[in-house]
T-cell receptor
Framework: GAGVSQSPRYKVAKRGQDVALRCDPISGHVSLFWYQQALGQGPEFLTYFQNEAQLDKSGLPSDRFFAERPEGSVSTLKIQRTQQEDSAVYLC?????????????FGSGTQLSVL | RKEVEQDPGPFNVPEGATVAFNCTYSNSASQSFFWYRQDCRKEPKLLMSVYSSGNEDGRFTAQLNRASQYISLLIRDSKLSDSATYLCVFDPGGRSDMRFGAGTRLTVKP
């Protein structure tokens, strides 16, 4: 596609519910990132993929968070047993090869509200 | 010390003013630095890369000071359309992910 696509755009979940957020990166982009952005804060790194390999998941806040990119293209961020503190915008970004010195292209994000 | 520190502002300036933001980083191994712009309720977008020798793009000038470990962004002749949050971005040294500062909010007023 022309850009990074994320769905859904908005998600409202009841506390304890599982959610799955989808990211469709720019075709051919090797690197894919997930960030969490709370209101009034900068994006916080969650995890990074190079093709299908998850090279860094050090930013995932708990074992309730899980990300995958099985075919090296579309990625899914799953949050189990959602809590109110999970409410944030989840941003996905991709870049051509290594992000070192390369531009990150962001999707519009998924705004998650946990009630 | 935090990985990155950025003055959150807000900076409220009149049109035509010159404004500068700094961002300090803690990892001396960081190699890549950028400024991103984020409009309200939108995704971040690359504004400019920051090179060791300093670089300019129109009204925007970015500089890197490795000795003091900070980057700066200077905006000359501010326009209303410059109102946004400016995020400093860098690599955490020896790794492929990119880290963002909390952002500096700028409002340019008529």
């Amino acid at each position: 596609g022309a850009g990074v696509s994320q769905s859904p755009r908005y998600k409202v979940a009841k506390r304890g519910q599982d959610v799955a957020l989808r990211c469709d990166p720019i075709s051919g982009h090797v690197s894919l990132f997930w960030y969490q952005q709370a209101l009034g804060q900068g994006p916080e790194f969650l995890t990074y993929f190079q093709n299908e390999a998850q090279l860094d998941k050090s930013g995932l806040p708990s074992d309730r968070f899980f990300a995958e990119r099985p075919e090296g293209s579309v990625s899914t961020l799953k949050i189990q047993r959602t809590q109110q503190e999970d409410s944030a915008v989840y941003l996905c970004a991709s870049s051509g090869t290594s992000p070192m010195g390369e531009k990150l292209f962001f999707g519009s994000g998924t705004q998650l509200s946990v009630l | 010390r935090k990985e990155v520190e950025q003055d959150p502002g807000p900076f409220n300036v009149p049109e035509g003013a010159t404004v500068a933001f700094n961002c300090t980083y803690s990892n001396s191994a960081s190699q890549s630095f950028f400024w991103y712009r984020q409009d309200c309720r939108k995704e971040p977008k690359l504004l400019m890369s920051v090179y060791s020798s300093g670089n300019e793009d129109g009204r925007f000038t970015a500089q890197l000071n490795r000795a003091s470990q900070y980057i700066s962004l200077l905006i000359r002749d501010s326009k209303l359309s410059d109102s946004a949050t400016y995020l400093c971005v860098f690599d955490p040294g020896g790794r492929s992910d990119m880290r963002f500062g909390a952002g500096t909010r700028l409002t340019v007023k008529p």
